[in-house]
């Protein structure tokens, strides 16, 4: 089936939707669906949008978008944004009485996996004609496979503030779960690929693994599963993930973020638009968020690096003699948290390797929890703001809910830093390394045992 999707921002212009305070429905929907369009395009899937600006739409015109653009068929998706309103708290999905629930509890299970509780998958009905579907977007759409996606409540404190930093991370998730769905290989906007499968009707993990020229127990392990039974509309992972592309001697790789134009990202690497666009073989200006360019890299000498215990990204700039910044860029980072035994190139024109082993390491790595600050931490391991900043190599002291900091002058220890990849569970890592679940869930402040590709995890010595 050749799935096409309708991303629509509910209410807008005239109509809020749900408000607290200064805070609209509409221009949360507007965002997120600005979002799912632009990735669903990155992912190659054909897609439209009811709305991409803040304006009025009537009933018409926006069922008009959602049934004329691609058709009135079951193999049209229309995912319809919204946020809830009422005192709860947590996400909700509505699917229509003609669908089944397999998509509605894909997409409630993946935005649960970013840390928003799930609160129901259910479907609604009109209640004068409990026949027909309460909302006209399910009910004016016969045949189409339509969904209203609730992100959380704008009047619970708790949302509010996982609509304001999060909202994105649910968005991906919805763009995960359909991808998924629909057969089309998801590619994170950070590139990392997933081949998945969803189980069908007659479906063995034999006939999955022949298909798929794998073995029964490949998939058992990529899949963390403990026997054979399938179950109809589970998604299987079929081959190990593909990280982003990596740096050549001739270029780097950068991920295009939300404002960058090619005149601003030419300018970040000293390079020019028309050596981006030559590069790329792109017959436009126009990006997209995380959409990956080649960046001609400057000619220069360079060398490898194996980062030690104790490392930081500011430590290593200044033994070498060059800045941070300059490493990152080399090393396409998106983040300046190191793992112990990761290469490192280290741009530079005449310095060499200090010959001088490390220092011993007198940090301790700490997960930032709900309601820490800066000046909490330090205070809890009698530092100062100023060495956890530079030990980070912070600029802001704004911290996130799991963000890794190394803490100065806290006491040595052999903890180390893991990278979850596909396959991975907490039981899986926890016995690779000799510990327990407990132990690492402690450490890293987990509440559940749901994982994602790419996580960093503390594993205790």
């Known amino acids: 089936m050749n799935y096409k999707v309708i991303v629509d921002a509910g209410h807008g212009g005239d109509d809020p939707g749900a408000v607290s305070g200064n805070l609209k429905e509409k221009d949360f929907t507007l965002e997120a669906a600005n979002y799912m369009y632009n990735r669903f395009r990155e992912l190659g899937v054909p897609v439209a949008i009811t709305r991409d600006v803040d304006k009025t739409l ?38 229509p009485l003609r669908s089944t629930d397999v998509l509605a509890k894909s997409i409630l299970e993946e935005i649960g996996s970013e840390g928003q509780i799930m609160r129901k998958y259910y479907q609604r009905r009109l209640p004068e004609n409990p026949s027909k579907d309460y909302y006209y977007i399910m009910r004016e759409t016969p045949n189409t496979t339509s969904l209203l996606i609730e992100y959380g409540f704008i009047d619970n404190a708790n949302d509010v503030k996982k609509l304001q930093n999060n909202l994105l991370d649910y968005v991906e998730a919805v763009v995960r779960a359909v991808a998924r769905y629909i057969g089309v290989p998801y590619v994170s906007p950070g590139g990392i690929t997933e081949e998945t499968y969803t189980v069908q009707k007659g479906d063995s993990l034999y006939s999955i693994a022949q298909r798929f020229n794998t073995t029964v127990d490949k998939l058992k392990e990529l899949n963390n599963l403990t026997s054979n039974n399938l179950s109809i ?22 991920t295009v973020k939300k404002g960058d134009t090619l005149y601003s990202i030419a300018r970040e690497y000293e390079t020019t638009v028309d050596e981006i666009l030559k590069l790329n073989n792109l017959g436009t200006t126009a990006l997209s968020i995380g959409q990956t360019l080649k960046i001609p890299q400057k000619t220069q000498s360079s060398l490898t690096y194996t980062v030690q215990k104790g490392d930081s990204l500011w ?147």
Not at 324 to 348: E, H, K
Request: no cysteine; net charge negative; aromatic share 6%.
């Open 58 to 95: 009537t009933r018409e015109e926006r069922l008009n978008t959602m049934t004329n653009t691609f058709g009135n068929g079951p193999e049209v998706i229309i995912l319809s944004n919204h946020i809830n309103a009422g005192g709860g708290e947590g996400a909700e999905i509505v699917y």
């Open 233 to 254: 509309g589970q998604v299987l992972i079929i081959s190990e993930a593909k990280g982003p592309e990596k740096p050549s001697g001739d270029y780097i790789v950068h």
């Open 315 to 461: 430590k290593i700039a200044n033994n070498f003699g060059v800045s941070v910044d300059s490493i990152i860029q080399a090393n396409n980072l998106s983040g300046t948290n190191l793992s112990i035994g990761q290469q490192l190139i280290i741009p530079s024109t005449t310095t060499t390797p200090p010959s001088t082993p490390p220092e011993e390491d007198t940090t301790q790595l700490y997960v930032v929890k709900s309601g820490d600050s800066l000046w909490s931490i330090a205070r809890q391991f009698n530092t100062t703001v100023a060495e956890i900043r530079r030990e980070n190599n912070l600029t802001t002291d704004v911290l996130q809910v799991g963000q890794l900091l190394r803490i100065p002058g806290s006491g040595g220890n052999n903890d180390m830093i893991y990278y979850v990849k596909s396959g991975d569970s907490l039981w899986k890592i926890a016995n690779q390394f000799g510990t327990t679940v407990d132990e690492i869930k402690n450490k890293n402040g987990l509440t559940t045992n749901v994982l994602q590709i790419g996580q960093q995890l503390i594993i205790p010595n």
